[in-house]
């Protein structure tokens, strides 16, 4: 997902984008253990995803906690 999509987003959609995502990953890892994963790259997509959400979680928190 693009970082301009997610900031769109509400901080309830970030964090149920984020489980969804978290719960990709762990989907591809547990494939690529059993040897059933065809497209590896999706994991490393999968983690730019979870830090991307992470990076505008904390952005946000640092903007409130300024105030």
Same mark, same amino acid.
């Given at each position: 997902m693009r970082t301009k999509d997610l900031r769109n987003l509400t901080d309830d959609e970030l964090q149920r984008k984020l489980g969804e995502v978290r719960q990709e990953l #762990?989907?591809?890892? #547990?494939q690529h253990a $059993?040897?059933?994963l065809e497209n590896s790259a999706r994991? $490393?997509?999968a983690k730019r995803d979870i830090a991307r959400i992470l $990076?505008?979680?904390?952005?946000?928190q640092d903007v409130v906690g300024s105030r």
């Open positions: #762990f989907n591809l890892r #547990f $059993t040897g059933a994991v $490393t997509l $990076t505008i979680q904390h952005e946000r």
